[in-house]
């Protein structure tokens, strides 16, 4: 059966067949037949479309009113397409390499055209409609001349057949005078258009594995001018090198262009007149890969041809220029694939003082999607046999296991099947009686008892209107969050309305991108945070604060409540204006051409933009310190654990990028989430499948593969617990342990027990008298989740000197979205008077939960903060808080966005000032108008000019 190994991502992350925030139409294949006046035909590949004669992105050029026919033929195993901007069609999405489509179009205006895969047009792959009233056809170039020495022409177009006047080292030049335009070391539906009879290649697509330089005799510089063709492998380590004799210094180097087709560059040559020099080609990359879905590459070469002067500079209609490429450092060196869980356990590269154990692998354990540690330390794994494509109803196959280790030598001997029948499940947590499913359409829960692990009831559907159209962005990563709400991901080409069953559609919340939180006495279901793309792992640091791990875009988020962040696709609510960026100060991938150019080339970075789990290490202090609060996410097609080490910065944080916690040097290995135990050891679940894409053909995945590992430290000792065996007052004592699966497991029994007044009590002993800020914020996260909190103890910490207990009171005060006046009062004050940047995050948070007619005097003096004008968070936050005020007192509005220092802030009030379009916000616009035209030369009253023309009226 024919496998589709074809997307550029990952398994839940890969770029999907949606146009990308644009509402593209697909033309029918009926309406590109029949006769055109004007035709081209592109190769399409990630770095960009490529005509005939070599070009990059090449310019359609068409008369007005002439019928343009596009053909795009695949020259790669990845999804394209062609699209037209302003028409607003697209054609179908092609898969396999050599396959074809067309677009047609009548030529009226000048236009752009693109793939419309997400990513795709960021990489490159975009270029332009011009409309002409005169095509005309280039003169031909004058011929060039042979730089001579010995009063001889030097073989410098290898048209002697040899290598007369050149130098070999290492084989790759070995039989590299090449003498036919297409052959078997050539792509053979592309020309060469070599000058001559002869050009030279190091090694062709046959003998890529080869390596070694090529260097010409010196020779002077004659004339102002040089040209040479190149094609080949557009690689660093692929490339033709102009050197100057007197000192071997390089002053022009360009690699090939990743075709066979030799196109011309031409040098400027004037500074060097009457100067040797000599040419070196360089191949030191090999193409071997053992990555089964990027295979070798055959494009690990270099041809070079006809190196001539002239007296004034050439022209030639598909010059190269060095910005044309898009150059690519060579392939990770990946050292296994397809691996024995032992094998694979052995080849894992740990820190000195740590260890790895095959926990489990096939056939004990299948396919591990998603899992998590109940209080017993056992593991509730999902093995995931439904996936990609969900079943008829009760036929699904996923299971639901409960592993243990029943003596400590990290092996998991024990395996219980808690239910064998699920359908597409993609997240599961345990606690507050039962375990908790995200299964698409639905969310689950299914009530067992605790000491014979069986269901004690049906299952209930707690909500339903999850999306699965992409069946790996679904509902996903479940975690239990500080304040007793459960937490989950969802990914952006997946379209959810997810409300309790029988909800009204207009009634139900709509989700995409989003983190999102239930709570699990009340059902209340909401967004917490929406954006990115397709988030796959939440965590919680040692204060609270949520992050994610994503993919294609950058990789991580700091999670505010009610923060609209950057998308992938899609679109945020109406009036936002900006987004939230991420939190990292680097990305994971090689290049500036997107993500998807960096794959299986990007270990100097952290190894792509692949990522699985989130976890903040906070399994007690075995380890060495540098891991606490540091977070680990999974690179997939880095064969790696990456860290990001989070430091404070203004309101919010910074990700530094951190050494990498381990290699799995194996390329088969997708570790798709992680979770610390008892000891402090941590588990890592490994789908394990040479195919590190999501496709929606179930064949492409390999369904017999599975791994689960533990990560121990030396000093972790096994430890046999049951803290549902614990009293009250135990799980109490349990909010200082360091170790926060204790700190964790504990709090999630006190909410399941309910109020205790002895609970209350020693929590708040914990509250007022404990030293250490974090195990406050653990007793105040557990009385909230016990109800052991008034409204006046909230206000109470108001007060308090640490900013991150400030933090959390105005959060927990806001959580039914109607503060009190006596709340209120006081959040005013702080918004002030408060000095730290976090407090006034949390306030601008709190305003977009409270009636807007309440916020007027907190947003108001959140904007007098002119220290905020630089930080990351606050400007935007403050205005997502801020924009419904606008419509209902624009003139109010308008001075207040006058009077501060926060960027953007009067630009985005015009905007929805004017967006309005009442009698009342045209004149406050027009006034608005005048005033900022006085002084037109200000660049900022010049952008809010701008924007105030570019924005439309609602109709």
Known sequence: MKKYIVCFAVLFSCAHLYAQQHDLKEQPESQTRGKVDREYTFEAKMTGYMSNDGTRNPIVRAKKGERVRITIVNGELMTHDIAIEKLNIKTKTIIEKGAKTAIVFTATQNDTYFCSIPGHRVAGMVGKIVITSNITVAAATPKGRLPVKDGKPLNLNFEKGTLQDWTAEGDAFTNGIIAVDSSQIQAKYLPVNKEGKYFVSSGGMTGHAKTGTLTSVAFKVTQPYAAFKVSGGALQDTRVELVRKNDDSVFFQIPGTGRATLRPVVVDLRKLLNKEIYIRLVDNETGISPIPYIGKDIWSHINFDDFEFYTTRPKFDNELKPSDIVVLPPLDPIKYAG????????????????????????????????????????????????????????????????????????????????????????????????????????????????????????????LDGWGYEDTHETLNSLQWGPDGWLYGTHGVFTHSNVGKPGTPANERVKVDACVWRLHPITKKFEVFAEGTSNPWGVDFNDYGHAFITACVVPHLYHMIQGG??????????????????????????????????????????????????????????????????????????????????????????????????????????????????????????????????????????????????????????????????????????????????????????????????????????????????????????????????????????????????????IQLLVEDSDPSDAALARFATMAKFDTSAMVRLYLASAMQRTPPEKRWSVVASLYQHSEDKDDSNLPLMIWYAFEPLVPTNAAKALEIAKQTALPNTLKFTAMRIKAMNTDESKAIIQQLITELSKDKGKETNHDILMAISDTPMKH
């Open 339 to 462: 691996l024995s869980g032992e094998k694979a356990a052995e080849a894992i590269e740990l820190p000195e003082g740590f260890s790895v154990t095959l926990a489990a692998s096939e056939p004990q354990v299948i396919k591990p999607i998603a899992f998590t540690i109940d209080w017993k330390g056992r593991l509730w794994v999902v093995e995931s046999r439904t996936y990609p494509v969900r079943a008829p109803q009760g036929q699904g196959k996923d299971i639901i296991s409960i592993f243990e280790d029943t003596d400590g030598d990290g092996k998991l001997d024990s395996k219980k099947i808690f239910l064998d029948t699920m359908n597409l499940v993609s997240g599961i947590e345990v606690g507050m009686g039962g375990v908790w499913v995200g299964a698409a359409p639905n969310l689950l829960f299914i009530p067992f008892d605790i000491d014979t692990d069986r269901p004690t009831g049906p299952t209930e559907i707690v």
């Open 564 to 809: 609209r962040y950057i998308r992938q696709g899609g679109k945020h609510p109406e009036y936002t204006y900006g987004d939230l960026q991420n939190t990292a100060d680097h990305v994971h991938w090689v290049g500036d051409k997107g993500p998807h150019a960096g794959n299986g080339r990007s270990a100097s970075k952290g190894g792509g933009h692949a990522h699985a789990g989130a976890m903040f290490y906070l399994g007690g202090d075995n380890w060495p310190a540098q891991y606490r609060n540091d977070i680990f996410m999974n690179s997939i097609h880095g064969s790696r654990v990456d860290i990001d080490e989070i430091v404070r910065k203004g309101s919010g944080y910074v990700g530094h990028h951190g050494k990498d916690f381990l290699l799995t040097n194996d390329a088969w290995s997708q570790w798709l989430n992680f979770r610390y135990d008892a000891s402090g050891s941590i588990y890592a679940i490994d789908w394990y499948d040479k195919n590190q894409c999501h496709s929606p053909n179930p064949d492409v995945h390999d369904k017999s593969l599975g791994r689960i590992f533990k990560i121990s430290n030396a000093k972790d000792k096994f430890v046999k617990v049951d803290l549902s065996k614990a009293t009250d007052l135990e799980l109490v004592e349990n909010q200082l342990n360091r170790n926060d699966w204790y700190v964790r497991q504990s709090r999630l029994l006190l909410e399941q027990r309910g109020p205790s007044e002895q609970v209350h009590i020693a929590l708040k002993k914990i509250l007022s008298e404990y030293p250490d800020v974090t195990r406050k914020l653990r007793a105040l996260w557990a009385l909230y989740v016990t109800k052991g909190l008034k409204e006046e103890d909230l206000i109470q910490l108001l007060n308090h000197e640490s900013e991150y207990l400030r933090s959390w009171a």
